[in-house]
């Protein structure tokens, strides 16, 4: 009997498939990731607060560089500051913090950040970084090759390692001070955006694009707030109220932790939009109580009494209008759960 050897191409590719199958067993998709890219707003500009703030373990922060106790490419819980070790408060922070609080405790947060102070969005541009780079201030290259020398693609480096763990939820920029006010400015970033896509094979419908005002300055603030008109699936995040430092030019901490909420706020809008995740159905608030409304800081807000379920919605209703946008839970007085609800996003 003539004996039969095993076909080794057709072994590689059964083992080839099963570890593919297991790589993406690894995927959790309760693992929320956001991509952050920018300048020196987005690198955070104000000294960390003493004692530095803890997180929760649930809000990861991948490093797109070794330093420190960090590693490129690894997760570990986020620690001030977060995009850098030679970087300063930003954002990132409360948007995690935010994001962590309001969403249901089986969904972790990760953010995976590159930034570069004082960077054109050219910076950014997979075709023209190294022209602009090498034109740049010494200091501004340092930055960049700590990077590699390709900010963008050390981004997708990193974005692509965070797939093997977690699923893409969207894209947050705070760039603007240094070209945003020029002609030409969005098409620039959604040409970025679309590369973005294209290399992490994600869906613009999948993955909003939330760019942020910068301080006080009415022309650069007015090319961003066009943003949406060259990318449909962009959303401004206001500067308004955000305090900033003696520059006025970047944030205090103050300032930074209203415009990460503020990230943060648009983002949970968005999310039920944004991913084919069934969202998670409310939790009953039960009639005939007396009930408070909390904000995304846990703070009361206000407060009534509804006799039913129909009327809970229309004494929210009445509120609404007299409280700033925003994610409130509505809570009876008693032991029910909170109900999550978003007024004006």
């Known amino acids: 009997m003539e004996s039969r050897k095993p076909h080794w191409g057709v072994l590689a590719a059964v083992a080839g498939l099963a570890f593919a199958q297991s790589a993406q067993a690894q995927v959790d998709p309760n693992f929320y990731v956001f991509l952050a890219f920018g300048q020196s707003n987005m690198e955070g500009n104000a000294a960390v607060p003493s004692p530095a703030p ?20 690894k997760w570990a819980t986020a620690a001030s500051p977060i995009v850098r070790c030679d970087t300063k408060y930003c954002p990132l922070e409360y948007f995690g913090k935010t994001m962590t609080d309001s969403l249901p405790a089986s969904i972790k ?10 960077t054109a969005i050219t910076g950014f541009d997979p075709t023209g970084y190294q022209a602009y780079y090498s034109s740049a201030a010494s200091w501004m290259q340092a930055i960049a090759n700590q990077y590699g020398g390709n900010p963008y693609q050390r981004l997708i480096d990193m974005a692509k390692v965070a797939q093997q763990t977690g699923v893409i939820k969207g894209i947050l920029l705070h760039q603007g001070e240094t070209d945003a006010g020029q002609a030409g400015w969005a098409d ?7 590369q973005m896509l294209t290399d992490l094979s994600l869906k613009a419908t999948d993955v909003p694009l939330l760019a942020g005002e910068v301080y006080n300055n009415a022309g650069t603030n007015a090319g961003i707030d066009k943003l949406p008109q060259s990318v449909p699936t962009s959303y401004v995040i206001s500067s308004s109220g955000c305090a ?16 990460g909420t503020r990230y943060a706020q648009k983002m949970l809008s968005l999310l039920p939009k944004s991913t084919s995740i069934a969202s998670q159905a409310a939790p009953t608030v039960y009639a005939s109580a007396d009930y408070a409304v909390f904000d995304i800081r846990g703070t009361r807000v206000a407060g009534f009494h ?26 009876s007085t008693g032991t029910e ?9």
Do not use: M
């Not at 803890?54 to 490419?73: E, I, N, P």
């Not at 129909?310 to 925003?326: C, E, I, K, Y």
């Not at 109900?339 to 996003?345: A, F, I, Q, S, T």
């Open 54 to 73: 803890t997180f929760s373990s649930r809000f990861q922060s991948l490093s797109a560089v070794t330093c420190g106790s960090r590693t490129q490419g």
């Open 109 to 118: 947060v990760g953010v995976v950040a590159v930034a570069v102070a004082g």
């Open 188 to 194: 620039k970033v959604k040409k970025i955006y679309n």
């Open 244 to 259: 900033a430092g003696s520059d006025n030019l970047h944030f205090t901490v103050a300032g930074y932790q209203l415009l």
């Open 306 to 331: 509804a006799q039913d379920a129909a009327s809970v919605d229309g004494q929210w209703n009445g509120l609404r209008s007299s409280l700033p946008r925003g994610i409130y839970w509505i809570k």
């Open 337 to 345: 759960s909170a109900r999550k609800v978003v007024n004006g996003l």
